[in-house]
């Protein structure tokens, strides 16, 4: 297994606080994710990256930014949380040749 | 954009049984990889059984199998001889070669019962 960690594993906040989620990863994989998962809607893209300083949104970006400035990092903030992003969050990285990602364990996140 | 769509929100099987999962997807897409990924309650997402789009032959991985159907865009599960282990989320995805990007269904919540 991918070898992806993802701190911290839970975390509550208050609304309008900054919140930062690190990923780490081990295998020197090129493309890392970021998905939040809510009942109903399965995992949605929040953001990606395809190398360091290379990002790109996915399809539910907005109150988020990533940055990634290692291979092995990928940071993904929430500058001023608010209860709607009250989610369990999922880093993954991607095998080039296979097409699999890989996952760490996801962070819980509560906004209050 | 792609979409994956898993009807089933819920289903069971009894112990032993065979139960089979259904995912449907769109795409523009030529080539492109299907996935099954499985959640159990530790939330830990584990990788299924792949398939390649441009691959006629089913995929198969032990006790787990797929009825790809490309001019459908229809994607099924089919699990055999059902475990109590199998209790788990599952979820359909796929992924466009060209954007190396995953897209998820809403998954199936399948419960086995002894």
């Known amino acids: 297994d991918a070898g992806i960690t993802q701190s911290p594993r839970h975390k509550v906040t208050e609304t309008g606080t900054p919140v930062t989620l690190r990923c780490h990863q081990t295998e020197n994989h090129r493309y890392m994710y970021w998905y939040r998962q809510d009942p109903g809607h399965g995992l949605r893209l929040i953001h990606y990256?395809?190398?360091?300083?290379?990002?790109d949104k996915g399809e539910v970006s907005d109150g988020y930014s990533v940055s990634r400035s290692k291979t092995e990092d990928f940071l993904l903030t929430l500058e001023s949380a608010t209860s709607s992003q009250t989610s369990v969050y999922f880093c993954?990285?991607?095998?080039?040749?296979?097409?699999?990602?890989?996952f760490g364990e996801g962070s819980r996140l509560t906004v209050l | 954009a792609q979409t994956v769509t898993q009807s089933q929100p819920e289903m069971s099987v009894q112990e032993a049984e065979t139960v089979t999962l259904s995912c449907t997807y769109d795409?523009?897409?030529?080539?492109?990889?299907l996935f099954w990924y499985k959640q159990p309650p530790s939330r830990q997402m584990i990788l299924v059984i792949r398939?390649?789009?441009?691959?006629?032959q089913n995929a198969t991985e032990n006790r787990f199998s797929v009825n790809f159907q490309k001019a459908a865009k229809s994607f099924s599960l089919k699990i055999s001889d059902s475990q109590l282990g199998d209790t788990a989320m599952y979820f359909c995805?796929?992924?466009?070669?060209?954007?190396?990007?995953?897209?998820f269904g809403e998954g199936t919540q399948l419960t086995v019962n002894p």
């Open positions: 398939q390649e789009a441009y691959k006629q």
């Open positions: 990256s395809y190398g360091v300083k290379d990002t």
């Open positions: 795409t523009s897409e030529s080539n492109y990889y």
């Open positions: 993954a990285t991607r095998q080039v040749n296979t097409g699999e990602l890989f």
């Open positions: 995805a796929s992924e466009e070669t060209s954007g190396s990007r995953l897209t």
